[in-house]
């Protein structure tokens, strides 16, 4: 083929396209069917969503009609006006006729596509635009559009009518887009729906407006292109032949098109397992499974099914998050391969289902207000994913899947928190379950007693006397399958005197219950299980049905299991019991978000080291906010170091406290401050202050017009110490993911003795260079009366470190001492026979052993955090009301200490991705309005462009003319 040859054809078509107005309002119909889909079809502001994947999901259907347009008049023209028996005689070859009337029409496409630039551009000027997708989906269309181009070539050269042409190629390219759509393939299903979504060209398009594109994808479509534009040119080689010419050549055509075609086709089969061929376009690469998902996947032994229970009518917040749960699932059967099998379906159109997973799996719809300027409804909305692998299961709620900001008086920001973590860390739970057999009892290394604390019927609501017979059986099949592992037991706690409800009281802060606020009648109604050591509630179950009962004891039981998950051993104060199922009010620093945080990840173990150790099966020792410890509390910690395992420490000399009125700061012993100096660490008595700190919420009365109201002012408060960049050492693996953290009421540490001792020092949190400190226990905020802020650098400025981590061998602040756990024997039972020294192995009445670690393995960790509050409920909540949420990064950062410390660092490395979301800004109508009519105007804009060009081109031909036909009449 001669290039020269190809343009020249090429510049001729085009001309004839642009000479006739039939062109320009084949454009212009095109960019005005598109916009109207965009913007009204597809509700483009009412998706809340910054992207243009409507635009592109359309494309599959808009391109075939653009297309045989386009080519409906390049052959049957010729054919019509009698010039195609001229062109089959010319010493042009066929294929440079064919791939120039190709690449003008190619041309032609690319200029209707590039005219639907300024959607994106809009988009991006009023949002965060992914122009990964974006890209993605052009190159796509490109080649779609190629493929139909080339369908449409074909059909034009057997027929001399543009209209046979114009209706034969849609309807050519439609059965292309039709047979893999969900009309056809839904009612196959199986391997041949598969088949199917394999041959459609619209099916294979879906992923690449995500922004992945498939090498396999673009083969097909390039395969379609070579085959047909083949096609064309074996049809025109065919007129080309007399009846009586060379057969032998005739057979070489008909031989040489027919492997083509089948190499093109066999190809496609060639390349359909290769699931790798891939680039995934996106920002971030959210849509490519990490390896540690991977990781997961191929332990499976068994099919793994997910299935993700989406309403089609839902709340409008929750619906932009429906096809990026929907993508990201596919991603999953793609990695797992034919080890995973996902199914998203919608609950509501299959009543059979959704009394299965209502009854079986406590699957149940959420109700959501909805209201537009017309009505108000209730809508009963599906929003899970259920993933089941043998006879394990785990239910992914909404509230476990998104979180939900407030950006404004009345505004929500509901994003997808991180549904690949999400979705692994279940996978990994129902793996680990399989792994132990589907077994749950193999795993308990202790006998596990339920106990019912239930009062007598007459005392109990209605819904609970019904339900103590589902209790009973739930627990009674569960004792079956046990082995002798669990047993029950109901107690009355109302019986008799009634010192079993004093004793519970006291215990485990059992009070009595109430159905209402104001109802005077009161019962017990508590589930336990227990070993002997550990008491574990059970809260009700949802729907307080016999699988949800059966479900909610397994996950109880599951903190008593071994094997399983890792188990951090966690000191904290503890919370006071409730009164009237109210939380009374405390002094102290709770903890709960930090304890429900790690449970979701760990088995976690609350203790006191009130008898001097550390619990068996920690692998992590955990100490917040510790208040006076004892010698047999330091004795645990140190001798858990001293045994090579890690030690994370979050105290501080001081302790803020925050009433509704007050806030000071007061002196704090830990108990723990000698035994810090002998491994080399000490804090200032002081707080450091910082200029770049987080925001402190202070309720502020104002008098406005003779009215009185309070508002919520955010005051410049250096106590509360915002560190990132610089301030995070980032090449310490458990900062993954986290950009930034607030330390509050945080003391400076001196690390300069550790080092001496030979450990490894590496500072992980230190305040910013402008950072001073203060001595003063008023830490009231301050604001001047021109709305400054009061505080005022003074003394020394400069970094000061605010977390550190030592590692190496430490030496045990107990040597050559006797343990005070023989110290305690003796006073309790006047045991005489202990050694002087406090050395040996010898054992006390109470199986205490006597001897101590004196020196631990180089794997010990000692990790200490500067400040007692950092972690504490009302800190986060103080932290996060700026943006309506509870701050989560200093949780997320001990999940990820944990993970990194017990060397599984997988979830780690996928909690640290996330899976962000793309929202609108709110917009006025008008606004919007405005958007709509600027891209109407430069779709007609950039039409009249062409136009002016092209008027200019032909201007410029005329003019050359003239000048031919002067300088041969001179």
Not at 9 to 27: D, M, N, V, W
Not at 745 to 763: N, R, Y
Not at 879 to 889: F, K, P, R
Not at 934 to 940: S, W
Request: proline share 5%.
């Amino acid at each position: 083929m001669r290039l020269d040859s190809i343009l020249r054809i090429s510049r001729k078509e085009l001309t004839l396209f642009f000479a006739s107005p039939i062109g320009y309002l084949f454009l212009l119909t095109f960019l005005a069917v598109t916009l109207f889909v965009f913007f009204w079809g597809e509700a483009f502001f009412a998706r809340n969503v910054a992207d243009v994947r409507p635009m592109f999901e359309w494309l599959p259907v808009l391109l075939i009609f653009l297309s045989a347009a386009l080519t409906m008049r390049m052959w049957s023209e010729e054919r019509r006006t009698g010039t195609m028996e001229f062109v089959v005689t010319l010493p042009a070859t066929g294929w440079e006729f064919v791939v120039g009337k190709f690449l003008a029409c190619w041309l032609l496409l690319g200029l209707a596509l590039l005219l639907t630039l300024p959607l994106p551009v809009s988009v991006s000027l009023i949002a965060d635009l992914d122009w990964g997708p974006v890209i993605a989906g052009y190159v796509a269309a490109m080649m779609l559009g190629g493929a139909y181009l080339a369908i449409g070539l074909f059909i034009s050269a057997r027929t001399d009518s543009q209209i046979v042409s114009l209706i034969v190629a849609s309807f050519a390219c439609g059965i292309f887009y039709l047979i893999g759509s969900h009309v056809l393939t839904d009612l196959v299903g199986g391997t041949g729906a598969d088949l199917m979504r394999a041959l459609g060209s619209g099916s294979r398009f879906d992923a690449i407006t995500r922004g992945v594109l498939d090498f396999r994808d673009l083969y097909f479509y390039a395969s379609l292109l070579v085959l047909f534009l083949a096609l064309n040119v074996y049809a025109l080689e065919t007129q080309r032949w007399a009846r009586d010419g060379d057969r032998t050549r005739h057979q070489r055509w008909m031989l040489g098109t027919g492997l083509l075609v089948a190499n093109l086709l066999l190809a496609n089969v060639w390349l359909s397992p290769l699931n790798r061929l891939r680039v995934d376009m996106t920002e971030g690469q959210i849509y490519t499974i990490s390896d540690a998902t991977r990781g997961y996947l191929s332990q499976l032994r068994e099919p793994l099914q997910i299935r993700g229970f989406f309403s089609a009518k839902t709340h409008p917040l929750l619906a932009p998050l429906v096809p990026q749960m929907r993508d990201l699932l596919r991603e999953f059967a793609v990695a797992g391969g034919d080890n995973v099998r996902v199914d998203v379906m919608d609950p509501v159109t299959d009543p059979a289902l959704e009394d299965e997973i209502n009854t079986k799996y406590g699957i149940r719809p959420v109700p959501f207000q909805v209201a537009d300027r017309y009505q108000s409804s209730l809508v009963n909305s599906y929003f899970d994913v259920l993933i089941t692998y043998g006879d394990q299961y785990e239910v992914l709620s909404f509230r476990d899947l998104i979180e939900v900001k407030v950006v404004g008086e009345s505004e929500l920001d509901v994003q997808l928190r991180n549904p690949e973590f999400d979705l692994t860390r279940a996978i990994k739970k129902v793996i680990y379950g399989f792994q132990e057999g589907g077994n749950l009892f193999a795993s308990l290394n202790e006998p596990v007693r339920f106990v019912g604390y239930l009062s007598a019927d007459d005392r109990l609501p209605d819904a609970l006397v019904d339900y103590k017979s589902v209790l009973s059986e739930a627990v009674e099949e569960l004792v079956k399958d046990s082995g002798g592992k669990l047993s029950m037991e109901f107690l009355d706690p109302e019986a008799g005197d009634g010192s079993l409800a004093t004793q519970i009281a006291s215990d485990y802060g059992f009070q009595p219950m109430a159905a209402g606020l104001f109802d005077t009648n009161t019962f017990y109604f508590y589930l336990t299980l227990t070993d002997g050591n550990t008491v574990v509630q059970i809260p009700l179950p949802e729907g307080l049905s016999l699988e949800s009962t059966k479900r909610g004891v397994q996950e109880g039981l599951k903190r008593f299991a071994s094997g399983l998950l890792k188990t951090v051993a966690l000191v904290a104060p503890e919370a006071p019991p409730p009164y009237m199922g109210m939380s009374a009010p405390n002094m102290s620093n709770q903890f709960e978000q930090l304890t429900d945080f790690l449970r979701g990840d760990f088995h976690l173990e609350e203790t006191k080291l009130e008898d001097g150790r550390v619990p068996e099966s920690a692998d992590l020792l955990l100490v917040v906010d510790p208040d006076g410890l004892g010698e047999k509390q330091v004795f645990a910690i140190d001798q858990f170091l001293m045994q090579g395992g890690t030690v994370v420490l979050a105290t501080s000399p001081f302790n803020a406290s925050l009433q509704q009125q007050s806030l000071f700061a007061t002196p704090r012993q830990s108990g723990l401050t000698d035994w810090l100096a002998h491994n080399g660490l000490s804090m200032e008595q002081s707080l450091v202050m910082d200029p770049q700190n987080a925001a402190f919420p202070a309720p502020v009365t104002r008098n406005v017009g003779g009215f009185s109201f309070q508002e919520l002012v955010m005051l410049d408060y250096p106590y509360f110490v915002d560190l990132r960049d610089k301030g995070i050492n980032q090449q310490v693996g458990f900062f993954s993911g986290l950009p930034q953290l607030t330390m509050t009421w945080a003391s400076p540490i001196d690390s300069d003795k550790a080092a001496e001792k030979g450990l490894k020092v590496t500072t992980l949190l230190e305040s910013s260079e402008n950072s001073w400190l203060s001595e003063s226990l008023d830490i009231m905020p301050r604001i001047t009366d021109k709305g400054l802020s009061g505080f005022q650098p003074e003394g020394e400025q400069g970094r000061h470190p605010l977390a550190v981590m030592l590692e190496g061998r430490f030496d045990s602040a107990f040597t050559g001492k006797r343990s005070p756990l023989l110290d305690a024997a003796d006073e309790e039972n006047d045991a005489d026979e202990a050694s002087d020294d406090g050395k040996g192995a010898e054992e006390d009445t109470l199986g205490v052993v006597s001897s101590v670690i004196e020196r631990s393995p180089e794997s010990a960790r000692l990790i200490l955090f500067s400040s007692n509050t950092f972690l504490a409920d009302q800190i986060l909540r103080l932290i996060g009301s700026a943006e309506g949420v509870i701050y989560s990064n200093s949780t997320q950062l001990m999940a990820n200490i944990a993970d990194w410390a017990l060397e599984d660092q997988s979830l780690l490395s996928i909690r640290a991705r996330g899976h962000f979301n793309r929202t609108l800004p709110p917009l006025e109508e008008s606004a919007q309005i405005t958007v709509e009519l600027v891209n109407y105007a430069l779709a007609v804009l950039g039409i009249a462009l062409v136009f002016g060009i092209h008027r200019r081109r032909l201007a410029g031909q005329r003019e050359r003319y003239r000048g031919w036909l002067a300088g041969g009449a001179s």
